[in-house]
């Protein structure tokens, strides 16, 4: 089963931009469903986009349009681009990887975005 590490967390300022990276390792990433999620302090982790093997996302209402998840099967990786980042969205993000075939429900150590004003 996967094994997954992000990377391309840090400081940034409000309306700048960032790229995470999740690396996946194991054979059957390209046929299960990758998200982001994030968790600010004091607050419960929350889906922020998802992208199945089929290449179809969906994304939280909060950065609908600012964030664009992506995935590139041959380099077993997906990513999120985020766009117009604002203060609320500091949070640690996490990788997952889920399969209901597969039973998979595997989380990455989480990457740090800070968002200054």
């Known amino acids: 089963q996967v094994q997954l590490v992000e990377s391309g967390g840090g400081l940034v300022q409000a309306g700048g931009s960032l790229r995470l990276s999740c690396a996946a390792s194991?054979?059957?990433?390209?046929?299960?469903?990758m998200g982001w999620y994030r968790q600010a302090p004091g607050k419960q982790r929350e889906l922020v986009a998802s992208?199945?093997?089929?290449?179809?996302?969906n994304y939280a209402d909060s950065v609908k349009g600012r964030f664009t998840v992506s995935r590139d099967n041959a380099k077993n990786t997906v990513y999120l681009q985020m766009n117009s980042l604002k203060p609320e969205d500091t949070a640690v993000y996490y990788c997952?990887?889920?399969?209901?075939?597969?039973?998979?429900?595997?989380w990455g150590q989480g990457t740090q975005v800070t968002v200054s004003s």
């Open positions: 992208i199945t093997s089929g290449g179809n996302t």
């Open positions: 997952h990887a889920s399969s209901i075939l597969y039973r998979l429900d595997t």
């Open positions: 194991g054979s059957i990433f390209s046929i299960i469903t």
